[in-house]
């Protein structure tokens, strides 16, 4: 199985500030991942895929880069409503497999 | 309007076999692929499986062997069994659809259910 190793765990940031979130896999994966953004007692929700691909009505302060094996989630000029937990996920192949979250949260 | 939702018992007894649907409405079972996704509370997330257009399924080696995904499509309804629950079963457990309008899935996943938590206890 792909390992998707997600740094840093727990990231406190201030309003405004530009936050950025790292995935690494075990191998590459060619582009092929995902981050979410999940709220507390939500469900997940998409926000890039493909790497850099913006989901539909995502908002464009958000933005995903990297390939081969090293991927990140840029969010600029944080919002409150920012305040989640960002999992990114590997799409390359079965069984799909998700990094551990990252804690969002204001300073 | 794509929504899904997921249904079934909170309360499974150790060793008992989990049944859940996840009900869809806004697209058709034949023409996307549906997956199965869990969380144990306060921790990561987990693929189960996924049931593609045309009837056949993947499922996650982890789970193969007590796990069945199947559906309904005249209900737009979409099944897991999963049988020998354990404590380490406790999760909200999720359906998704995949994007993909080939009958490929392409493993990432647009439209989440709201989840149902199931707990298992005697």
Partial sequence: DIQMTQSPASLSASLGETVTIECLASEDIYSNLAWYQQKPGKSPQLLIYYANSLNDGVPSRFSGSGSGTQYSLKINSLQSEDVSIYFCQQNYDSPYTFGAGTKLELK | ?122
């Fill in chain 2, 1 to 122: 309007q794509v929504q899904l939702k997921e249904s079934g018992p909170g309360l499974v007894q150790p060793s008992q076999t989990l049944s859940l649907t996840c009900t869809v409405s806004g697209f058709s079972l034949t023409s996307y692929n549906v997956h199965w996704v869990r969380q144990p509370t306060g921790k990561g997330l987990e693929w189960m499986g996924v049931i593609w257009t045309g009837g056949s399924t993947d499922y996650n080696s982890a789970l193969k062997s007590r796990l069945s995904i199947s559906r309904d499509t005249s209900k737009s309804q979409v099944f897991l069994k999963m049988n020998s629950l354990q404590t380490e079963d406790i999760a909200t457990y999720y359906c998704a659809r995949d994007p993909d309008t080939t009958g490929i899935p392409t493993g990432y996943f647009d439209y989440w259910g709201q989840g149902v938590m199931v707990t298992v206890s005697s």
